[in-house]
């Protein structure tokens, strides 16, 4: 699989705290659940992938679409990065290619994205015989914009290159992904609908989560390797 190039926009990350037995038997065994000062952390990340394409080519052939994500923080061998429990995006095609080639969990659902001083993001999953999954949230953001530091819980949660998935067969895949560092200011929601949680077996958390949000950050991605 070729690298692939895009644009992260509007980036929201509502991260909450759990215990990190309540996550571990939801992640492969090849890895081990991260942890920032004792807890494991559930992320919900509404978004929009802008241009993707391969690698060299021009962002005018790339395709835009909104994503919905939880994840989670993991470690394989020491090395850190992410693992995904769902992917919801807007494009058949882009869900469709992803599940086939990144061995990730994607799902086809009808997005409504609506950006402004604050933005509306909706989204209901239409994946045939999936778990429905219904999210409507209104984000945005509040005060100075700032890089997190080093050891503080958002540097944590955000500077992450890599993430891991699991193929049908077992096999652990990765890929690694390139950016600038974040800029995050902090966040701030509305949160009217929101079945990420129970669609991924998981219970409501019962802290509250840490809000940030983000312009955005361009993207190279690599394709997917077998670890």
Not at 113 to 140: I, K, M, N, Q, V
Not at 185 to 205: I, K, Q, S, Y
Request: glycine content about 8%; overall charge negative.
């Amino acid at each position: 699989m070729p690298a692939f190039e895009m644009e992260w926009r509007d980036v929201f990350f509502a991260s909450y705290p759990v215990s990190p037995e309540i996550v571990s038997p939801q992640v492969p065994d090849r890895l081990d659940v991260d942890t920032f000062e004792g807890d494991a952390y559930l992320s919900v990340v509404p978004f929009v992938i802008g241009d993707i394409r391969p690698k060299g080519l021009p962002a005018a052939v790339g395709l835009t679409t909104p994503e919905l994500n939880l994840r989670t923080y993991v470690t394989c061998d020491g090395q850190p990065g992410i693992y995904f429990f769902n992917l919801d995006a807007g494009d058949l095609l882009g869900v469709i290619g992803a599940r086939l080639f990144n061995k990730l969990p994607y799902y086809y659902a009808d997005m409504r994205y609506e950006p402004g001083t604050e933005t509306r993001f909706r989204s209901r999953r239409r994946t045939p015989g999936a778990r429905p999954l219904a999210f409507d949230a209104t984000y945005g953001s509040t005060g100075e914009s700032f890089q997190p530091d080093a050891g503080t819980v958002e540097q944590f949660l955000v500077e992450r290159y890599r993430y891991f998935t699991e193929a049908q067969d077992g096999q652990l895949h990765y890929a690694d992904i390139e950016h600038e560092p974040w800029t995050l200011r902090e966040g701030r929601w509305e949160v009217r609908e929101n079945e990420l949680f129970e669609a991924n077996g998981f219970d409501e958390p019962e802290n509250d989560p840490v809000l940030s949000h983000s312009e955005g950050v361009s993207v190279v991605a690599s394709g997917s390797k077998r670890w």
